[in-house]
């Protein structure tokens, strides 16, 4: 193509987006009636009552949240309980793991898991690989209970 036909095709681009913005901006002018209410009770009250909601004065407002705290803190306070009561019943696991030479992470969490001292293996592989300890597993006897999390079960197996 060349220089004029250029201009020529960008004079072209240039005046058909003119006549669009005339026609869109100027002629164009949708009709918008927006009857504006002026905002009563009587209105407030037709529209709770068709979307089914309610209106609470503040002091209400106030007394039913603060139930609320009080119920939530009766639940926390009963749930402290019950997990204090099941770990009372749950049972201990204590066992010695021998990690030899050649022995992978994964073989070192089959064991925990089939001694019962974690529940999965995911969560441990998880902590491992985030805290980048999967090379500092250290050879040797460890001594470990179903008690421990896993923070302090990765701690003693990378002493």
């Not at 997990?83 to 030899?100: F, G, R, S």
């Not at 491992?128 to 460890?142: A, P, R, S, T, V």
Request: glycine content about 4%.
């Amino acid at each position: 193509m060349t220089k004029r036909g250029m201009r020529g095709f960008a004079f072209g681009i240039l005046v058909s987006c003119a006549v669009i913005a005339y026609f869109f901006y100027q002629i164009y002018q949708p009709s918008v009636d927006i009857k504006k209410e002026p905002l009563t009770e009587a209105t407030v009250t037709k529209y709770l009552s068709e979307h089914q909601m309610v209106a609470v004065s503040e002091d209400n407002y106030n007394q039913l949240k603060a139930g609320a705290r009080e119920t939530s803190a009766d639940k926390k306070s009963g749930d402290q309980s019950k997990d204090k009561a099941k770990k009372d019943n749950k049972q201990v696991y204590t066992t010695v793991i021998n990690i030899k030479a050649g022995m992978t992470t994964k073989d070192v969490a089959d064991q925990l898991l089939d001694n019962h001292i974690i529940k999965d293996k995911d969560p441990f592989y998880e902590y491992l690989d985030k805290h980048n300890l999967e090379k500092y597993m250290q050879l040797g006897k460890f001594k470990l209970s179903s008690d421990m999390s896993i923070a302090e079960i990765v701690k003693i197996l990378t002493k």
